[in-house]
C-alpha cells in the first residue's frame, strides 16, 4: 500500500478551489486503497509572521513525511517550499501541482506591479516568490498543471517539458434545478442578470464591467450586473458603483459557498468574465454545467475551453466596445443564447471529476 502526505494551505472547512480539490484527492486515493495523511498551514500558527509559520509547518511535516512514500504539494511556495525540503529530507518522491503564478498574484495583487501574467514572465528579476516558485517546480520529480496555458508558463521557469504533466481539473458542480424567475425570487434582484464570479483583484476585470453598466442600461433598462466573490478591491468596486449611482443595478454579493453560488448560476442570463488571467477557469465550466451562456475574455486559458461562436463568446481583455457588442449580441439573440447552452453541456462533459482522479491516481502510482 502507498502511503501518500497531501501538503496544502488550505483544506475544508476552508473554502476555495485547492481546499475542494484536496478533499477530493483524498477520498478517491483512499478508496483505491492508499493511507493519506494531509498537512493544512491555514491551520499552524494563525497570527504568527509567514515565516515562523512556514517553518512551525515544516517541522508539522516531517513526521508525516517519514511514513510516506510520495508527497504532493498543492502549491509551489506556502505549502510546497516546507513540503519539498521534508521530501529532501527523506528522500522522498515530490510531486507539486500549479494553478498559477504565485509570484505575479500577490506582486499585483499588492500593488507592486500593474502590468498582465504574460508581461510579467519577460521581466528579469521578479522577487523572492518567483525563486522559490521555480525552485519547487524544477527539484520535484512531476509538477501537475490543470492547463496547456500553464505547461508552457511552467516551462518558462526553466522546469524540463518532460515533467510536466497536464491534467485537467474536472467540474464537481451541480446545478438546481428551478426556474430564473424562483432563483431571482430566492437571491433577492430581479431582471436580466449578468453575473460575474471571482476573486476581486485588479485583473478580473470588475471595474471595466461596472464602467460600462450605464451604456449595457440604455440598451436594457432590466440589465443588472451581479459580482459573487470577495477580495481586497471591493470597497474601491462599492465605491465607483455609488460614484455612478447604480446602487440598485449592480450588486457585489460576496463570497458564495458552492451550493448558493449554484442559486446564482441559476438566476443569470449569462456569465461575463472579463479577466485578464486565467489558468484553467472553474466559472467557465460551472456556468455551462448550469445552461448559463458565457462571455469570456479571449486569453489563453479561456480558449482551451471556449471556441469562437459556438459555445461562447471571446473577447479582448477590458475592451468596452467589445464586451458591450458581446453583451448585446446574447441578449438579442435567444437562439445563440441556446446555440452556446447545448454546445457548452457538451464541452462540459469532457472535464469530469472522474477522468481528472484517474490521471492523478495514475501519475501517483507510477
Known sequence: MKKVLIATGIFPPDIGGPATYGATIKKALEEKGFEVDV???????????KGLRHLIFFFKLLPLARKADLILALNAVSAGCPALLAAKFFKKKFLVRVVGDYAWEIASGTGKTNILIDDFQKISKRGLLHKIQT??????DNVIVPSEYLKTLVVGWGVAENKIEIIYNGVDFEPLDISREEARTKIGTHGNIILSVGRL??????????????????????????????????????????NLGLDKKVYLVGKKSKDNLALYMASADMLVLNSGYEGFSH????????????????ILGNREIIRQGENGFLVKYNDEFNLIEAI?????NPELKDEFVAEGK?????????????????LISR
Do not use: Y
Open 39 to 49: 498537512a493544512v498551514l491555514s491551520k499552524v500558527g494563525r497570527g504568527l509572521p
Open 135 to 140: 525552485r519547487v517546480c524544477r527539484s520535484a
Open 201 to 242: 483583484v485588479p485583473w478580473k476585470g470588475f471595474k471595466m464591467l461596472i464602467k460600462i453598466m450605464p451604456k449595457l442600461l440604455e440598451l436594457n433598462q432590466f440589465f443588472r450586473l451581479v459580482i459573487v466573490g470577495d477580495g481586497p478591491e471591493r470597497k474601491k468596486l462599492e465605491l465607483m458603483t455609488r
Open 283 to 298: 466559472q467557465i465550466l460551472e456556468a455551462m454545467k448550469a445552461g448559463v451562456p458565457v462571455v469570456a475574455s479571449a
Open 328 to 332: 448585446k449580441t446574447l441578449h438579442e
Open 346 to 362: 457538451k464541452t462540459v462533459a469532457k472535464f469530469s471529476v472522474e477522468r481528472m482522479i484517474d490521471e492523478t491516481i495514475k
